[in-house]
């Protein structure tokens, strides 16, 4: 495998040609081809465990709470009352482990297409799998674009947390399928993807076009980011999209106590984070107005 040489897991892919990141491997704890991906799960020198799907990081153990916490939390703290919330993707339960932190949600469905991810992460990964484990959560395997034209006028927040725009992500990232989440949400209702970085590459223009399907279809829209040291860039964004005019994702609606973020154990978010995430750097402003 190319992406294994001499003791190192090198992340190479045509989404950021010309760099990657490596990480030294102490051990292949596992590695597999599923129905519909590449999946390995690494034990490395630096970052813990690692997985990785078809050669990209996926998350590992030691910066993975960045990236689930504020998908989870940008979207959920800026709804007024996040009952029911619907995850599509988001195989190694991570996701599923913040959005049940919420004090205000009761009911949470996730769609994952692969169930391979979700059996390995159960068994190497239970730090992230912990989220499977919450009652609040149903699980359904499928494809989540068939999941999501099922569903319609359902769900109060929807959260994508897919793998990047090239497999079979990709339709994740196509403006039918923006369609497809804003038919699923309740009103006054709140969707967030993964979205790129705002860095080289495609990175910026993967953001802009998704952002741009978000203005175009919702009533209000934003575009913010967060540090996660191993992916490409160091950074990765979110769009999010609300069916209600009034929401200002960059002020959050609903403030979680030093209390309260203490007895969630979060690590990453806090109320001046989710302000700070929106604050873009100006070559990024200028692109995305
Ligand atoms: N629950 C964690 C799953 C992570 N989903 C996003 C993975 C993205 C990996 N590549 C990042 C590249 C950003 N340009």
Redesign the pocket.
């Known amino acids: 495998m190319d992406a294994l040489k001499k003791g190192w897991f090198s992340e190479i892919c045509t989404?950021?040609p010309g760099m990657c990141l490596s990480l030294e491997v102490e051990e292949i704890l596992h590695s597999e081809k599923s129905k519909y991906q590449d999946i390995m799960v690494l034990k490395t020198k630096s970052h813990g465990r690692v997985l990785t799907l078809d050669g990209?990081?996926?998350?590992t153990e030691a910066d993975?709470f960045s990236?689930?916490e504020m998908i989870s939390y940008l979207p959920l703290c800026s709804h007024p009352c996040p009952k029911k919330v619907l995850i599509i993707?988001?195989?190694?339960g991570?996701?599923a482990r913040e959005v049940a932190k919420h004090p205000d949600v009761e009911t949470i469905i996730q769609c994952e297409i692969d169930q391979r991810v979700v059996e390995l992460s159960k068994e190497f990964l239970p730090f992230?799998a912990t989220g499977f484990e919450n009652p609040k959560l149903s699980l359904h395997i499928g494809d989540g674009f068939k999941f999501m034209g099922e569903h319609q006028r359902e769900f109060d927040v929807i959260i994508t947390?897919?793998?990047?725009p090239v497999g079979p992500a990709e339709a994740l990232f196509e403006e039918r399928y923006f369609h497809l989440m804003k038919n699923a949400l309740r009103d006054g209702g709140i969707i967030c993807s993964?979205a790129?970085?705002i860095w080289g590459g495609s990175?910026l223009d993967i953001a802009n076009r998704v952002y741009k399907y978000c203005q175009t279809l919702f009533s209000s829209a934003a575009y913010g980011y967060c540090l996660v040291p191993t992916?490409?860039?160091g950074l990765?964004g979110f769009v999010l999209g609300s069916l209600d005019s009034k929401t200002n994702f960059k002020e959050p609606l609903r403030i979680l106590s030093n209390e309260e973020q203490e007895q969630m154990k979060l690590r990453y978010y806090s109320p001046d984070i989710h302000r700070s995430a929106f604050v873009l750097p100006r070559f990024a402003r200028k692109v995305m107005e």
Do not use: A, F, K, R
């Open positions: 989404l950021w990209i990081i996926q998350c993975e990236y689930q993707g988001g195989g190694d991570g996701v992230m947390d897919s793998s990047d993964q790129e970085n990175g992916y490409p860039t990765i």
